[in-house]
């Protein structure tokens, strides 16, 4: 039994597991309630925030290439998210985004070590302007 596993997929589609130091494999000999199957959790999500503050990040790779991902931080009522993703993932309406903005980015996968939970700009993710801070 896994307990307190991150379901996911990686940039390709393929399912992960993100087992971090508060998650736990447990030997299971039967199914207790609130078990799921394998393939019966979510690897994808929706995240709907105010914007906090934008993120931009850039280096040189092992391999001598230029890389840069580009965040946004959104806070609602029940806490905050980072969402991060490569460059060339983003539309190019994250660059309009202010402070206070609020937006809604669809199917995004998780990704999280310890309490931290990010969520992962991938191919077929979208994001959306529900309301600007100026109007």
Known sequence: RLVGVIPSTNWKGE??????PHARVEKADNSEEGDIGLFDFRARWNVV???AYTTFKSGVGKNGKPWARKGVVLLDDTGR????????????????FKQGDEIAVL????????????ANLEKGSSIYVVSRTDD
């Open 15 to 20: 399912l992960q597991l993100k087992v971090d």
């Open 107 to 118: 199917n995004v996968s998780l990704d999280a070590w310890a309490i931290d939970v990010k």
């Open 81 to 96: 998210i980072s969402v991060e993703g490569w460059d060339n993932a983003w539309p190019s309406i994250f660059n309009t």
């Open 49 to 51: 925030g105010r914007v």
